[in-house]
């Protein structure tokens, strides 16, 4: 986004009432977000433990020497003095260094051998310092999760997964399987997501001109967008959306006026169609691609 653009949808966010922000070290505007938090806290609008903050670790730093100064840096970006949650990104590790996307010459990707273990541990050590509340994963499969839930030694249990979840792609059996280990299903994307072809499915159909979302909408006066964000809330899963726009911020906001009935949550559960927008099909070759797998 243009320099600022973050920065005033986060204050906006802010006045609206929003308290969990989702953030990342690749998003690239972990300076802004921390600027608008520290601004609002300043004012008195907020106080820090009003905010709920997500970082994320980067595929490039998975090792455990690099956990605890990748989240150091995270930190100092911010300006805080811990965040709130932390997730390991993706269960796949790249090549560490400054490259972001590392590839060789021929522009292939360089993968890292992936210990999921091991960079969990060292994630453990940075909760006992206090530099994060809690911990969590993002895009782990079942089996992804076992090895952290299985893991000997375990000290704290993923409180999260972030995955990508709504009416077309609802993910019951994950839903369920976190459900029964008390971790809570953050869902990305759950309005769809954007038409980028470069990462995205562009062939599967747009979720927002779904005719039941757009029915149900008409009903309580709200967008198709609004009835999916209520879908998952009502359901228990955390939804994250995203947006720039003042307009859109503000109605995605606008969902604990109206209630969804059990045969409208049915019939928009009857919508899923296993449709995943953001496939990674680049990384598809990697050792630890989460979605070959069913759930």
């Known amino acids: 986004t243009p320099k600022g653009t973050c920065l005033q949808a986060v204050n906006l966010a802010i006045d609206i009432g929003y308290r969990h922000i989702d ?21 008195g ?45 993706l269960p796949m590790a790249f090549k560490p260094g400054d490259e972001t996307y590392p590839r060789d010459g021929n522009g292939k990707f360089l993968y890292h051998k992936t210990d999921l273990c091991a960079t969990w541990e ?17 895009n782990f499969n079942r089996r992804q999760l076992e090895l952290i839930l299985n893991k000997p030694g375990l000290k704290h249990k993923p409180t999260t997964n972030q995955v990508e979840c709504h009416p077309y792609f609802t ?22 997501t954007c038409r980028d072809a470069s990462w995205v499915n562009v062939s599967s159909p747009p979720l927002l001109e779904d005719p039941t979302l757009n029915h149900i909408g008409n009903k309580y006066g709200k967008t198709a967008a609004q009835v999916a964000l209520r879908f998952n809330v009502q359901r228990g899963v955390v939804v994250i959306p995203k947006s720039f726009n003042p307009e859109r911020i503000r109605e ?8 969804l009935t059990d ?24 050792p630890e691609y989460p979605f070959k797998e069913e759930y």
């Open 122 to 138: 060292a994630l453990e050590e940075c909760k006992d310092a206090g530099l994060v509340k809690s911990l969590g994963v993002s």
């Open 252 to 259: 995605n906001f606008q969902i604990f006026d109206f209630s």
């Open 45 to 89: 609008k907020v106080k820090r433990e009003d905010i709920y903050y997500c970082g994320k670790l980067w595929n490039t730093c998975h090792p455990p020497e690099l956990v605890r100064p990748t989240l150091e840096k995270t930190l100092r970006t911010l300006g805080l003095d811990y965040v709130d949650l932390y997730i390991v990104e």
């Open 171 to 192: 993910q019951p059996k994950l839903l369920e399987f976190c459900r029964q280990h008390g971790i809570v299903i953050v869902g990305y994307s759950p309005i769809g």
């Open 263 to 286: 045969q409208e949550m049915k019939d928009i559960e009857a919508l899923n169609k296993n449709i995943r927008y953001v496939e990674l099909l680049m990384w598809s070759d990697h």
């Open 23 to 43: 953030g990342a070290f690749v998003y690239q505007n972990e300076n802004e977000v921390g600027e608008a938090i520290r601004a609002n806290i300043a004012e």
